[in-house]
């Protein structure tokens, strides 16, 4: 596997791969209201497009959640400018935290997500 890194301004961290093969990435979170449904099911419709197993979570805090679930994600209650930490393992991880990463910087727009 080779490093990663997202170009989207200072917000965004590189995506490192560590010895077990996990990627990571961590991006702020710039959504006005922070982690509320819309986003919340953008985030989970674009990690279910990816086979990795990828969990997320907000800096600092303990618990990771799945990704792929609404209601964990949701549950999270992540607020406006929280660091939101993501690890994924699998055979397209790298992509999958590059994109969700990208998605969140992108202060998740609408089309093409």
């Known amino acids: 596997m080779t490093k ?37 099911v953008k985030l989970v419709k674009l990690a279910k497009r990816f086979q990795c197993q990828i969990a997320m979570r907000v800096a600092g805090r303990v618990d990771w959640v799945d990704a792929k679930s609404l209601t964990k994600v949701m549950a ?7 660091i939101i930490e993501f690890e994924a393992s699998g055979a397209d991880a790298s992509a999958a935290v590059a994109a969700l990463v990208t998605l969140i910087a992108q202060d998740f727009p609408d089309g093409g997500h």
Do not use: C
């Open 4 to 40: 990663s890194r997202s170009v989207i301004n200072d917000r965004v961290a590189p995506n490192p791969v560590n010895a077990e093969g996990v990627i990571k990435g961590s991006v702020q979170l710039i959504h006005a209201v922070g982690m509320h449904a819309r986003p919340a």
């Open 76 to 82: 999270t209650r992540a607020a406006r400018d929280s």
